[in-house]
Nanobody
Framework: QVQLEESGGGSVQAGGSLRLSCTAS????????LGWFRQAPGKERELVAA????????YYPDSVDGRFTISRDNANNMGYLEMKSLRPEDTAVYCC???????????????????????WGKGTLVTVSS
């Protein structure tokens, strides 16, 4: 069992940066892949970054254009999403999630609607103004 809580959301102007944090509790965080998702009003939830349980492999969809960086600190049960060059279309609720899935499977489009994630945080709002 893994419990997740996000922090670091807020309002920022276009072109700005934010760093989101994901605090995990439970003894098995390091055994799970970690993903960051976002959901904008009226849109489907979208995976924006994923990292393997060791941190050695990452995945980003083309939509983030190299602007996001995911990382994790297993010793402290933390995950992070660094976002730069933010755009108004990045406005969304961002949440972290964990699951037993490989980055290769995620990159191949596998994992189903939840992209293999079993545990979810409640999310943090990011608002980017123009």
């Amino acid at each position: 069992q893994v419990q997740l809580e996000e922090s670091g959301g807020g309002s920022v102007q276009a072109g700005g940066s934010l760093r989101l944090s994901c605090t995990a509790s439970g003894h098995t965080f390091s055994s799970h892949a970690l993903g960051w998702f976002r959901q904008a009003p009226g849109k489907e939830r979208e995976l924006v970054a994923a990292i393997s349980m060791s941190g050695g492999s990452t995945y980003y969809p083309d939509s983030v254009d190299g602007r996001f960086t995911i990382s994790r600190d297993n010793a402290n049960n933390m995950g992070y999403l660094e976002m730069k060059s933010l755009r108004p279309e990045d406005t969304a609720v961002y949440c972290c999630a964990a699951g037993f899935i490989t980055i290769a499977t995620i990159a191949a489009g596998g994992g189903g609607p939840n992209r293999g994630m079993s545990y979810w945080g409640k999310g943090t709002l990011v608002t980017v103004s123009s």
